[in-house]
């Protein structure tokens, strides 16, 4: 069965530091592969997604994330957070029929 | 953009009856899906809605304990039937418009059964 699994719980930063959290996938085939993010109060959106093509992928508000099909990997990058950034991040893998598996899910939180 | 709608969004419920929470979407979608988040946990697929047929469950879900509807292209319910305190969770509906491969949320139900 599919599984993703994001290492960081908890995540706590200052503003105007770097930020990567870590996503990794269980799943031999063929994926697509999304980030989303929940901010206080807010429902679920989408952030970024990766289908194919190019594997480092640009998302909003300055989010990127890179595809390493050798690591199953699918991290998340910002080179500066904001507070505004304060929010809880899912990763999610799509293999099929467009059942979406979601990973455990990171708080960020980042003082001002 | 398309605007989901679920209710409610929020209730507390007894122990033993049934809540139906509602999606709407005010345009058509190809798909919809209705998820759980437990206390502290991820986003758990419990079943696809398919209009006009019974919906497609996953392991561990079943009709009887949360009957889905889907009579149309805009429109869902899920009822959580004989509720216990462990069905205290965030229930959600997702979208798909359209032939994209993107699932687009509703803003959840929070149900807590005393």
């Known amino acids: 069965a599919q599984s993703v699994s994001q290492h960081n719980h908890h995540v706590i930063l200052s503003e105007a530091a770097s930020l990567e959290l870590g996503c990794n996938y269980s799943?031999?085939?063929?994926?697509?592969l999304f980030w989303y993010v929940q901010y206080p109060g807010q429902h679920l959106q989408l952030l970024l997604k990766?289908?194919?093509?190019?594997?480092l992928v640009k998302g909003i508000k300055g989010f990127e994330a890179e595809f390493i099909k050798s690591k199953f990997s699918f991290n998340l990058r910002k080179p500066s957070v904001q507070w505004s950034d304060t929010a809880e991040y899912f990763c999610?893998?799509?293999?099929?029929?467009?059942?979406?598996?979601f990973g455990t899910g990171t708080r960020l939180l980042v003082s001002p | 953009s398309a605007v989901i709608s679920q209710k409610p969004s929020r209730d507390i419920c007894q122990r033993g009856t049934s809540l139906t929470i509602q999606c709407q979407v005010d345009?058509?979608?190809?798909?919809m899906f209705w998820y759980r988040q437990q206390p502290g946990q991820s986003l758990t697929l419990i079943a696809t809605a398919n209009q006009g047929s019974e919906a497609t469950y996953e392991s561990g879900f079943v009709i009887d304990k949360f009957p889905i509807s889907r009579p149309n292209l805009t429109f869902s319910t899920l009822t959580v039937s004989n509720m216990s305190p462990e069905d205290s969770s965030i229930y959600l509906c997702?979208?798909?418009?359209?032939?994209?491969?993107?699932?687009?949320f509703g803003a959840g139900t929070r149900l807590s059964v005393l």
């Open positions: 345009s058509q979608v190809t798909m």
């Open positions: 999610a893998v799509n293999a099929g029929f467009q059942k979406l598996v």
């Open positions: 990766y289908f194919s093509g190019d594997p």
């Open positions: 799943y031999g085939g063929t994926v697509n």
């Open positions: 997702s979208v798909v418009f359209g032939g994209e491969n993107i699932q687009y």
